[in-house]
């Protein structure tokens, strides 16, 4: 079992920059790794992913602005948000899916305000 504990969630005016952390209780090794994000009111949706390979993917809402990465030694992946929009405003909740037994684990959520 695997708990997840996000950090570095803010309020940061349009055009800024943050980066969130996802720090994993014991090895991420065998887990592909995620983002999500709830706006209120809103359903869940995925931001990015990033397998066990480092192979990413992400929502085209996102793609070109944020980059997501991992580091396996610190059991730890990570989110750069870049070029914030009104609009990526939300709670950020992190996750890890096993790649063999498919077994998930989420996060407690990070929350992100884009505001003037």
């Known amino acids: 079992q695997v708990q997840l504990v996000e950090s570095g969630g803010d309020l940061v005016q349009p055009g800024g920059s943050l980066r969130l952390s996802c720090a994993a209780s014991?090895?991420?090794?065998?887990?592909?790794m995620g983002w999500y994000r709830q706006a209120p009111g809103k359903q869940r949706e995925w931001v990015a992913q990033?397998?066990?390979?480092?192979?990413?993917s992400y929502a085209d809402g996102v793609k070109g602005r944020f980059t997501i990465s991992r580091d396996n030694s610190k059991n730890t992946e990570y989110l750069q948000m870049n070029s914030l929009k009104v609009d990526d405003t939300a709670v950020y909740y992190c996750?890890?899916?096993?790649?063999?037994?498919?077994?998930?684990?989420w996060g407690q959520g990070t929350q992100v305000t884009v505001s003037s």
């Open positions: 990033i397998t066990t390979g480092g192979t990413t």
């Open positions: 014991g090895s991420t090794f065998w887990y592909n």
């Open positions: 996750n890890a899916e096993h790649r063999i037994n498919y077994d998930i684990y």
